[in-house]
């Protein structure tokens, strides 16, 4: 497949789309359009698990705190020969004035950058405001595989110390929380799942965020499981708790927590790998306590928003120096099946782009909003 594609955060959150009170995540949100990485959902012409579906990402930092949410956006369409822009208002129609202003009229068509230049070498003018997604061939990223699940894709990250635990996440870049079901969680088929639900016991690292630094909506609220859920001794009597409920019928509720945190192989011997362990970071995530719907099912045992937001695995990354370019890239392949043991079906680029798998121009698109979801006009769709 190609690799060439990038996708801006651009408009605002669809319309009917209504969240649970201090819940944020979203892979369908209430009342929003159709699903997109869901698990049970015939993937379509474009949607990641379909065949030739390839993307690159590249992420810009967000100006502000205002968490969101939509729906998933899936890697669409095959490569376009002229930068995509679109109108900065919320309007899904482009105006096809403004998308004449929004680059300038020298910008090149197609920017083809040699293994030697330097990231910002063929920008587009303007990009030194920060109105330009940036890319190119960089030295320095982290590269995973993803594998496949039913009708998603998914990646392995591994959680706690000394003995870090592996956990399976759908990659959704239509939400900007990471969540996955902890040891006491209600009917949150595990036996479904790829692995054992998280133990925070078994974590000298793990901690609850006290409720004074409650984040992106959770509320406090009283914790009478401290036993079931296996939290450690001396865990507080209230926790930070959120959750999300969505249009088919899925919900979830979780605790936020704090604990060493990166990604990797899904094999045994990569909880160890030097190279992986030296992106690991201090990360906030959703610990689950209850699910239903399609959670319960699903292959992967939890999911990690990948939005342009600042509580995303990416952006903490490069915030606490892991990754020296806020960028990220997904190129997905479909295979026959899916199974525990996973199945690799494609890789996830953090920190830059791999020239070993993105060999064409690479195209920009103008980037009118720092957060929210990743978003472009579709000008043209060539077969």
């Not at 967000?62 to 969101?68: E, R």
């Not at 587009?124 to 890319?135: K, R, V």
């Not at 990471?178 to 479904?192: L, M, V």
């Amino acid at each position: 497949g190609v690799l060439n594609q990038t996708q801006d955060a651009a408009g605002a959150p669809p319309a009917g789309m209504v969240p649970e009170p201090g819940a944020q995540q979203g892979q369908q949100p209430e009342g929003g359009g159709p699903p997109g990485q869901i698990v049970g959902q015939t993937p379509q012409p474009g949607q990641p698990g379909a065949a030739g579906a390839t993307a690159v990402v590249a992420t810009a930092a967000p100006s502000s705190d205002s968490p969101t949410a939509g729906p998933t956006i899936s890697p669409t369409g095959a490569p376009v020969a002229a930068p995509i822009t679109g109108s900065p208002t919320a309007s899904p129609t482009p105006n096809p004035t403004d998308e004449d202003k929004s680059l300038p009229a020298e910008t090149p068509p197609d920017v083809v950058l040699p293994p030697d230049a330097p990231p910002d070498a063929a920008l587009p003018p303007g990009h030194e405001s920060g109105e330009i997604l940036t890319g190119g061939l960089l030295d320095t990223y982290q590269t995973v595989p993803l594998l496949q699940g039913y009708g998603t894709h998914y990646s392995t990250v591994w959680v706690g110390s000394p003995e870090p635990q592996r956990v399976s996440v759908i990659v959704d870049t239509g939400s900007h929380f990471t969540a996955f079901p902890c040891r006491g969680c209600k009917n949150c088929g595990e036996e479904h799942h790829t692995d054992d639900y998280f133990d925070p016991a078994r974590s000298n690292t793990y901690a609850p965020l006290q409720c004074d630094g409650c984040s992106d909506g959770a509320s406090c609220q009283p914790n009478n499981n401290v036993v079931a859920l296996g939290l450690p001794d001396g865990t507080p009597n209230k926790l930070c708790t959120f959750g999300q409920s969505y249009t088919e019928g899925s919900s979830w509720r979780a605790y936020q927590a704090k604990d060493r945190f990166f990604c990797g192989g899904p094999d045994p011997g990569d909880a160890h790998s030097p190279v992986d362990n030296s992106y690991a970071i201090d990360f906030m995530f959703g610990c689950q306590i209850s699910e239903t719907g399609l959670f319960v099912g699903q292959l992967a045992d939890g999911i990690m928003g990948m939005a342009a937001h600042r509580a995303t695995l990416v952006k903490n990354m490069y915030d606490q120096g892991k990754l020296t370019n806020l960028m990220f890239g997904m190129c997905f392949r479909r295979e026959l099946d899916a199974s525990k043991e996973g199945v690799t079906a494609g890789v996830m680029t953090m920190g830059g782009v791999d020239s070993r798998l993105e060999r064409t121009p690479m195209v920009y698109a103008s980037n009118k909003v720092k957060d929210g979801w990743f978003t472009v006009y579709v000008k043209a769709i060539y077969p």
